[in-house]
T-cell receptor, first 110, second 117 residues
Framework: DAKTTQPNSMESNEEEPVHLPCNHS???????IHWYRQLPSQGPEYVIH???SNVNNRMASLAIAEDRKSSTLILHRATLRDAAVYYC???????????FGTGTSLTVIP | DGGITQSPKYLFRKEGQNVTLSCEQN?????MYWYRQDPGQGLRLIYY???????QKGDIAEGYSVSREKKESFPLTVTSAQKNPTAFYLC????????????????FGPGTRLTVL
């Protein structure tokens, strides 16, 4: 059973902010929220993760809802290199498994 | 440099043959994973291992087998029992809780694309 739900695709203009949503209504108290992205024919790469508080790093920001049932990955200025499939993932610490969602394919328009 | 290597990058197999995909990591990670990805789809977990000589089935383990004799290596065998093996296979590793501050991150290899002729 899927643990996260994301839109299949989104578009953004270059140099504009992008907000990628993810729903995880069945999240447990010990699940971390991770975001990965995957370029064509490559392995996914880590973007960001968080538990309860909003997080920032050099790549993106992660906004987590107060009830933790949804989160949003924010790319502050989209570039053509950000075009990828973005996966929202829950990390189950008790089992050490990563549950991948369907992913959102982001298209960046020049 | 630390990382994960997978070989070969491309692999062709005849129907009825077993084939083994290699995965090696030098990150000193205890946990390793195998995923399968079909065109336009997300990743599905085949097997994972949290420690040497131990592994668990993921969501789609049927037709696959693994071994974990060394910490650095987690080979995946696609057996003839796997009816539709053509896919992109990804290996990954991560630390387990209590092991280094970056334990949350999962590191992926470049993948092996398997085609059944």
């Amino acid at each position: 059973d899927a643990k996260t739900t994301q839109p299949n695709s989104m578009e953004s203009n270059e140099e504009e902010p992008v907000h990628l949503p993810c729903n995880h209504s069945t999240i447990s108290g010990t699940d971390y929220i991770h975001w990965y992205r995957q370029l064509p024919s490559q392995g996914p790469e880590y973007v960001i993760h968080g538990l309860t508080s909003n997080v920032n790093n050099r790549m993106a920001s992660l906004a987590i809802a107060e009830d933790r049932k949804s989160s949003t990955l924010i790319l502050h200025r989209a570039t053509l290199r950000d075009a990828a499939v973005y996966y929202c993932i829950l990390r189950d610490l008790s089992g050490n498994q990563f549950y991948f969602g369907t992913g959102t394919s982001l298209t960046v328009i020049p | 440099d630390g990382g994960i290597t997978q070989s070969p990058k491309y692999l062709f197999r005849k129907e009825g043959q077993n084939v083994t995909l290699s995965c090696e990591q030098n990150l000193n990670h205890d946990a390793m994973y195998w995923y399968r990805q079909d065109p336009g789809q997300g990743l599905r977990l085949i097997y994972y291992s949290q420690i040497v000589n131990d592994f668990q089935k993921g969501d789609i383990a049927e037709g696959y087998s693994v071994s974990r004799e060394k910490k650095e290596s987690f080979p995946l065998t696609v057996t003839s029992a796997q009816k539709n093996p053509t896919a992109f296979y990804l290996c990954a590793s991560s630390a387990v809780p209590g092991q280094a501050s970056s334990y949350n991150e999962q590191f992926f290899g470049p993948g092996t694309r398997l085609t059944v002729l």
